[in-house]
């Protein structure tokens, strides 16, 4: 069965450092989602691809966080410098069609973050 | 701004008996809700989604209402087993392209 491949699973980093995360969606997944779930708490749309382009990006904190899908496939997550704050789970998935097309997210198994 | 407010306190039940979680929602609604479980470490996996014009939607032991005028959707787990303990997340899509999710309700269940 297809799923959706993050890594690393599990990263560790001092502050002011720079980490990426990298995911590969399913095939032919046209939407791509990068979402930030702090423990106990849901998890918070940060950026929403569909295909190479954002189609939201309001809740993505962009003076330290940069996104990109060059070619409509692959998706990479960096966080550039990482502050405390931004120890989470980092959770990528990926779905057929976005917005109202009534489709489900498949997620990753995610990257824990740890920011020392 | 919308909100989704789930159980924030974990829900303890004996095997066998049914699970009800409940989802509660602020503002507009959505065009369509749904449900995922989420083990420890682990990413969320889709159970079941149902939409604004529908009233109930089942997959085998699993049951979803949405009741547009509560602002509320149910999730019953019937017959529930140990294996069913978990995190259930609500999540609703107000018809653009984002989808809020809410922090989840723990579920334990008890042989």
């Known amino acids: 069965e297809a799923e959706v491949a993050q890594s690393p699973r599990y990263k560790i980093t001092e502050k002011s450092q720079a980490v990426a995360f990298w995911c590969d969606p399913i095939s032919g997944h046209a939407t791509l989602y990068w979402y930030r779930q702090i423990l106990g708490q849901g998890p918070e749309l940060l950026v929403q691809?569909?295909?190479?382009?954002?189609?939201?990006d309001s809740q993505l904190p962009k003076d330290r966080f940069s996104a990109e899908r060059l070619k409509g496939v692959d998706s990479t997550l960096k966080i550039q410098p990482a502050e405390l704050g931004d120890s989470a789970m980092y959770l990528c998935?990926?779905?057929?069609?976005?917005?109202?097309?009534?489709?489900?997210?498949?997620f990753g198994p995610g990257t824990r973050l740890t920011v020392l | 701004s919308q909100k989704i407010e789930q159980n924030s306190e974990a829900l303890n039940i004996q095997e066998g008996k049914t699970a009800t979680l409940t989802c509660n929602y602020t503002?507009?609604?959505?065009?369509?809700l749904q449900w995922y479980r989420q083990d420890p470490g682990r990413g969320p996996v889709f159970l079941l989604l149902?939409?604004?014009?529908?009233k109930e939607k089942r997959k085998e032991r699993l049951k979803v209402t949405f009741d547009t005028t509560l602002k509320q959707s149910l999730f019953h787990i019937t017959a529930s087993q140990p294996a069913d303990s978990a995190t259930y997340l609500c999540?609703?899509?107000?018809?653009?392209?984002?989808?809020?999710f809410g922090a989840g309700t723990r579920l334990f269940v008890k042989a």
């Open positions: 149902i939409r604004e014009n529908e």
């Open positions: 999540a609703l899509n107000t018809g653009g392209f984002k989808t809020i």
């Open positions: 998935a990926s779905s057929l069609k976005g917005g109202s097309s009534y489709n489900e997210q498949f």
């Open positions: 691809f569909q295909d190479e382009s954002v189609v939201d």
């Open positions: 503002n507009y609604s959505p065009a369509y």
